[in-house]
């Protein structure tokens, strides 16, 4: 993983990595990044990971993201699932882990019962 401005790190990378330390923030280019996404990152109550996008850009969560770590904070993106066969069951957005936040994103479109809170 590089994550610089010339060679970026790609978001599955990112999202795994273990040099993500608690207070890190992932910046997102704009963009569309579909799957169905377990991120593997996170922070401590003090310092969370925070995910968002690079100076307001259009980042779009195409498909679905499970919370695998405490004290992850998702922040100012959108996130949606496109899938039109809406008798396949996907994970949505899957919020197992504490202290973990979902701010200031447009959540739209999503299947199964959309968030889940354990």
Known sequence: MTGTITNP???????????????DVIVMRAGTYAGYWSLGVGGTAE??????????ESVIIDGGLTF???YLHIQDLE??????DRTQITDSITMNQEGCWII?????????????WF
Do not use: E, W, Y
Request: proline share 11%.
């Open 79 to 84: 996130i949606m699932d496109s899938n039109q």
């Open 104 to 116: 200031g994103c447009n959540i739209h479109d999503l299947h199964n019962s959309g968030i889940n």
């Open 68 to 70: 695998g770590k405490p």
């Open 47 to 56: 310092k969370p990971v925070i995910i968002k996008p690079h100076n307001n």
């Open 9 to 23: 790190a790609t978001f599955a990378d990112v999202i795994t990595s273990p040099r993500i330390i608690p207070g």
